[in-house]
């Protein structure tokens, strides 16, 4: 069975950092798409970013580009969101998914974690 476990999240203020992973196993190589989405409260869920499992391009929704990181690790299939320079407005559960590509859609992708918890606040 496909298993996605986030880790990490937590509370931190304004202008902190975090680093956010997520462990998967079970999937089959199909899947290359590797994405992070957050829902924060009252909102719709997010695309955040993703990562091609296969080839390594990345991408960013515009409102965390050059304050997130996404990076992964093939060897342990395991992907990472590092979060620096944090807002409020960055405050959602992540949610960790798999698909075949990376898409923006969160109904494109196939599987999902449980998710994490990420609180910025002063």
């Known amino acids: 069975q496909v298993r996605l476990v986030e880790s990490g999240g937590g509370l931190v203020q304004p202008g902190g950092s975090l680093r956010l992973s997520c462990a998967a196993s079970?999937?089959?190589?199909?899947?290359?798409?590797l994405g992070w989405f957050r829902q924060a409260p009252g909102k719709e869920r997010e695309a955040v970013s993703c990562i091609n499992m296969s080839d390594g391009h990345t991408y960013y929704t515009d409102s965390v580009k050059g304050r997130f990181t996404v990076s992964r690790d093939v060897a342990h299939n395991t992907q990472y969101l590092q979060m620096n320079s944090l807002e409020p407005e960055d405050t959602a559960v992540y949610y960790c998914?798999?698909?075949?590509?990376?898409?923006?859609?969160?109904?494109?992708?196939?599987?999902w974690g449980k998710g994490t918890l990420v609180t910025v606040s002063s």
């Open positions: 998914a798999i698909g075949f590509d990376c898409t923006v859609r969160a109904a494109g992708m196939t599987y």
């Open positions: 079970g999937f089959s190589p199909d899947y290359h798409g």
